[in-house]
T-cell receptor, first 117, second 111 residues
Framework: ETGVTQTPRHLVMGMTNKKSLKCEQH?????MYWYKQSAKKPLELMFVYNFKEQTENNSVPSRFSPECPNSSHLFLHLHTLQPEDSALYLC????????????????FGEGSRLTVL | KQEVTQIPAALSVPEGENLVLNCSFTDSAIYNLQWFRQDPGKGLTSLLL?????REQTSGRLNASLDKSSGRSTLYIAASQPGDSATYLCAVMEYGNKLVFGAGTILRVKS
């Protein structure tokens, strides 16, 4: 398996459910990201992790909870979501520079299409 | 706050035509600029990355330029093909590994 893999590809959940999105990268990168893509809106950065440490939370509501157990895996735990949270959630990775918050090319997964009923 | 604008929002051209997609950004303090392609319902595919110290990058029929001081980038596609039909996204990298995206240009190449 190569590149950035996201599971599940499609998810339908009720507002009271708890679910998780998973991302795995096989590129040896040390920075990982969650982005949200809603219809007719630019991609929005949600979270950034560098060397397993969260370095950016772009004012994301607490019903979204990220987890980065190691540099290859990133999760997004979902709880008590709203219908407006329905979107394509994209994970990405890149080769960050230790001690510097800048990086090279980002590689994206295929995304997880989330529908909240 | 960085804002990235892409013009036009949509473009329809006949096969074989050369075309230019435009991207502008408001804050020139960027580390790099990336162009991506997105097919419907899919993730993003990286096309070209231009470091802030570079002026252009080329890959096959694609050429991207960067004028950091004026906050502009262009993506030139030569001899367009129906397979080039997709949404093209421009994004700039800021300090903190933050990639800020434009809304994209929807390209349709007619055969």
């Amino acid at each position: 398996e190569t590149g950035v893999t996201q599971t599940p590809r499609h998810l339908v959940m009720g507002m009271t459910n708890k679910k998780s999105l998973k991302c795995e990268q096989h590129l040896g990168h040390n920075a990982m990201y969650w982005y949200k893509q809603s219809a007719k809106k630019p991609l929005e950065l949600m979270f950034v992790y560098n060397f397993k440490e969260q370095t950016e939370n772009n004012s994301v509501p607490s019903r979204f909870s990220p987890e980065c157990p190691n540099s290859s895996h990133l999760f997004l735990h979902l709880h008590t979501l709203q219908p407006e949270d329905s979107a394509l959630y994209l994970c990405a990775s890149s080769q960050g520079l230790a001690g510097e918050l800048r990086t090279g090319e980002l590689f994206f997964g295929e995304g997880s299409r989330l529908t909240v009923l | 706050k960085q804002e990235v604008t892409q013009i036009p929002a949509a473009l329809s051209v006949p096969e074989g035509e050369n075309l230019v997609l435009n991207c502008s950004f408001t804050d020139s303090a960027i580390y790099n600029l990336q162009w991506f392609r997105q097919d419907p319902g899919k993730g993003l595919t990286s096309l070209l990355l231009i470091q802030s110290s570079q002026r252009e990058q080329t890959s096959g029929r694609l050429n991207a330029s960067l004028d950091k001081s004026s906050g502009r980038s262009t993506l030139y596609i030569a001899a367009s093909q129906p397979g080039d039909s997709a949404t093209y996204l421009c994004a700039v990298m800021e300090y903190g590994n933050k990639l800020v995206f434009g809304a994209g240009t929807i390209l349709r190449v007619k055969s």
